[in-house]
């Protein structure tokens, strides 16, 4: 079965210390995966597309990567303004991206 | 920077009642997608649009929902008699072209609350 899974579901951080998010998928034939950035109450603004093994995309302290089966966001030295929810997405289907249920990141001054 | 805009912000119905979501995609993008969003849950896919008509569903998107272009410019979601379960945020999102190569941009969402 198709599935996009993340994990941890949530994470604290103090400021300054770095982690990883991670995605991991089932599908066959992957077409990209995407992550979005979501703040409470807000529409998913997007971060990232990683479209083959061993790929990778950086953005001020985010960095993503990719391999066969999940994808890593990594965060370094992190600030209270990257606290949001990550999310990541992979199409199934021709256009409809399916979500995981995302890692609610909180950054602590 | 060009930006995917919606209407209302709030929208609060009666069960029963019809409502019309709107959004503005962004100007040079021509695909165009609804997801919904229930509280504390996953953002769900519902339709994709492309010239002028819908290209692939979901099976949450029965004969209550229906999509229009109905000019240049405006992409609208309707529910023709809403229920308590349509609760949830709504959001439009759009790509430059398919998904296999354009990533989508997101809208800010309508929070539709069905009383």
């Known amino acids: 079965e198709d599935q996009v899974t993340q994990s941890p579901e949530a994470l604290r951080l103090q400021e300054g210390e770095s982690s990883s998010l991670n995605c991991s998928y089932t599908v066959s034939g992957l077409r990209g995966l995407f992550w979005y950035r979501q703040d409470p109450g807000k529409g998913p603004e997007f971060l990232f597309t990683l479209y083959s093994a061993g790929e990778e995309k950086e953005k001020e302290r985010l960095k993503a990567t990719l391999t066969k089966k999940e994808s890593f966001l990594h965060i370094t030295a992190p600030k209270p303004e990257d606290s949001a929810t990550y999310l990541c997405?992979?199409?199934?289907?021709?256009?409809?991206?399916?979500f995981g249920t995302g890692t609610r990141l909180t950054i602590i001054p | 920077e060009p930006e995917v805009t919606q209407t209302p912000s709030h929208q609060v119905t009666q069960m029963g009642q019809e409502v019309i979501l709107r959004c503005v995609p962004i100007s040079n993008h021509l695909y165009f997608y609804w997801y919904r969003q229930i509280l504390g849950q996953k953002v769900e896919f519902l339709v994709s649009?492309?010239?002028?008509?819908?290209?692939?569903k979901s099976e949450i998107f029965d004969d209550q929902f229906s999509v229009e272009r109905p000019d240049g410019s405006n992409f609208t979601l309707k529910i023709r008699s809403t229920k308590l379960e349509d609760s949830a945020m709504y959001f439009c999102?759009?790509?430059?072209?398919?998904?296999?190569?354009?990533?989508?941009?997101f809208g800010p969402g309508t929070r539709l609350t069905v009383t």
């Open positions: 999102a759009s790509s430059r072209d398919r998904l296999i190569s354009y990533e989508q941009y």
């Open positions: 997405a992979v199409p199934f289907g021709n256009e409809k991206l399916t």
């Open positions: 649009f492309y010239n002028n008509e819908i290209s692939e």
